[in-house]
């Protein structure tokens, strides 16, 4: 079975955030070892003015929280390279094309697939899974008693990178 774990990341927290961008990781975990193997990686950097000429959403707390962040991160964030939103929803779906994800994980349905879903709709697009294919790491985490404090995987990157996002939260649910 191939899941993906999915991170955005925005200039607001509510469903009408401008996206920066978008990173999936797809993986597979083997039922007998419950190892874990990347399949592959997908990341875009969207274009703002697209999403603010849409009346998508900027909040001053949300910029001043990126501005106290590292540098690497408010570098890659406000990358001045970016993709149409149109163009990153069909690379997104091109990237899913033959691969039967069954499970769409994110840190927080009620945040990137939210956003996610109101983004897509924004654009007259839709999103690759179904209403209950999303899971929650978080949850997750939670019900495990899990301290993430403790958890320092070996992982390549950039917190507040979507794609190193994704393989920190793939690392914390297997």
């Not at 069909?90 to 769409?104: N, S």
């Not at 007259?124 to 995987?153: C, K, M």
């Amino acid at each position: 079975m191939i899941e993906m774990m999915f991170d955005i990341e925005t200039l607001d927290i509510t469903p009408s955030a401008v996206v920066l961008s978008l990173g999936a990781v797809l993986f597979h975990t083997d039922p007998v070892t419950l190892d874990v193997t990347i399949v592959d990686r997908f990341y875009r950097v969207l274009n703002i003015q697209d999403q603010l000429d849409k009346g998508r959403t900027v909040s001053e707390h949300t910029l001043l929280w990126w501005m106290a962040q590292g540098i690497n991160a408010r570098d890659e964030a406000f990358n001045p390279v970016r993709q149409s939103v149109d163009s990153v929803f069909r690379d997104f779906h091109d990237f899913l094309a033959g691969t039967p994800v069954t499970k769409f994980w994110c840190n927080g349905p009620k945040f990137d697939a939210i956003i996610m879903e109101s983004l897509a709709r924004d654009f007259d697009r839709y999103v690759p899974w179904r209403y209950n294919q999303t899971r929650d790491q978080r949850t997750l985490v939670d019900a495990a008693s899990f301290s993430i404090d403790d958890h320092h995987p070996d992982i390549v990157g950039d917190p507040h990178h979507p794609v190193y996002d994704c393989e920190w939260q793939i690392s914390v649910v297997e």
